[in-house]
């Protein structure tokens, strides 16, 4: 397929263009126009987390339980994705290194690419932001979403990173979650900082400008209260 991302970084979308008979896997309600002959169909299954089982894990990461697929006709085809966040859009394009993805910021993917729940995932429960990572391995492409700009750092040793930036990186680093440097626990929780990543190896990390948690709690502050 051919990626053309459009309107960065604040309001972008994806334009793909479909050889014939190709698929592209989707978050579902992320389409926004397609060709007339597009042929669309929904599914639970996603590489190891097929089936319903699949599609649960899917909804405990935050995504929806189902994914839609799009099928280019005989002639080919083309469509346009866009996330639900304002925000950037990433094109990555799998290879042997593997992907660590924050699960809200899954978009869409070619169909030879497999999607999971990793084992990383849990390490972030103690975080208090983001229970659940996906582990994407395979071939083929794959388009993440982000709040804000989307930027890349490649780590080379060891960096730090607050949790709620964090989009995806590669599967040669790994990380901890820990306290910010120089503070202890305490300290960390009352200032707002709260938890940080420290990588440690070599391989490329994905980070979004902006703290979707921290944006969700100024708003709803500003929101009057519900009436019954």
């Known amino acids: 397929m051919k990626v053309n991302i459009l309107h960065q970084p604040d309001c972008a979308i994806a334009h793909l263009t479909l050889k014939p008979g ?4 989707a978050e579902a309600g992320c389409m926004i126009a397609m060709n007339g002959d597009m042929q669309v169909s929904t599914t639970l299954r996603r590489g190891k987390g097929g089936g319903i089982f699949g599609g649960l894990k899917r909804t405990l990461a935050g995504e929806s339980l189902f994914l839609s697929v799009f099928r280019a006709p005989s002639t080919g085809g083309e469509i346009f994705l866009s996330p ?5 859009i990433f094109h990555y394009q799998l290879r042997e290194t593997g992907l660590i993805v924050q699960a809200t910021s899954y978009l869409a993917c070619s169909a030879q690419v497999i999607l999971d729940i990793g084992v990383q995932g849990f390490k972030s429960l103690f975080s208090g ?3 659940f990572w996906l582990d994407i ?10 709040f804000g700009a989307i930027y890349e750092i490649f780590v080379e040793g060891e960096y730090i990173v607050d949790t709620s930036h964090i989009v995806a990186f590669e599967k040669t680093l790994t990380f901890e979650i820990t306290k910010p440097p120089g503070s202890n626990w305490v300290s960390a929780w009352l200032s707002g900082e709260g ?10 990390l994905f980070c979004q ?12 502050n500003q ?6």
Do not use: A, W, Y
């Open 22 to 25: 190709e698929d592209i896997l």
């Open 84 to 88: 639900k966040m304002l925000g950037d």
């Open 129 to 131: 932001e983001s229970f």
């Open 137 to 146: 391995s395979g071939r083929g492409d794959l388009l993440l979403s982000s």
């Open 195 to 204: 938890f940080v990543c420290r990588f440690k190896g070599r391989g490329r």
């Open 209 to 220: 400008t902006h703290n979707p948690q921290s944006f969700g709690k100024l708003i709803g």
């Open 223 to 228: 929101l009057s209260p519900r009436s019954e």
